[in-house]
């Protein structure tokens, strides 16, 4: 499937209409996020990159869950990591939260040893090439839900993730 790009003035324009924020991590700092995490496993090149398509998915998405701010994964085409967090909770932070489910995936048995490990690997998937996320207030002033969207998707049962 070919992803068309959205031009970045179109993308912003919908950033700033639905209130979305990713002011306190820019696109690069959200990828090398996750390039960092790859390259710690060895999963090869190309390195991951920003897309403006997938990351209009992700705010678009988020922005129907800001009522309930509640983490319900949407009907998406691509993988989705979704997170909630407090205060000043940015993009990268929540890329970090879910590389800190690496202990609990065993590579051997590919599988996770206890609690969740599915965010990590969609993290870390070796043909994930594409990334885009959103970052938006919830209604009750308090939260920020955090979308990031994945090209091609990952986790996919029997495969490893590298």
């Known amino acids: 499937m070919e992803i068309s ?3 970045t003035f ?3 324009m919908v950033l700033a ?3 979305s924020s990713l002011a306190q991590n820019s696109p690069k700092d959200i990828v090398l996020a996750h390039n960092n995490a790859r390259a710690q496993v060895g999963v ?3 390195p991951l990159t920003w897309n403006d398509t997938v990351a209009a998915y992700a705010n678009q998405y988020a922005s129907t869950r800001l009522a309930e701010c509640t983490l319900v994964h949407s009907d998406s085409p691509y993988g989705e990591n979704l997170a909630m967090g407090y205060g000043d909770f940015s993009a990268v932070e929540a890329v970090n939260m879910w590389v800190g489910e690496k202990p609990n995936y065993d590579y051997d048995s590919n599988s996770c040893k206890q609690d969740m490990c599915g965010h990590y690997t969609q993290v870390i998937w070796k043909n994930t ?3 885009g996320c959103a970052r938006l207030k919830c209604d009750n002033g ?3 839900f955090v979308s990031c969207n994945y090209y091609p998707p990952g986790n ?3 495969e ?3």
């Open 156 to 158: 996919y049962i029997g």
């Open 44 to 46: 090869p090149l190309p």
């Open 5 to 7: 790009k959205l031009s």
């Open 142 to 144: 308090e939260a920020w």
């Open 160 to 162: 490893k993730p590298y």
């Open 10 to 12: 179109v993308v912003f």
């Open 17 to 19: 209409m639905a209130h």
């Open 129 to 131: 090439l594409q990334v």
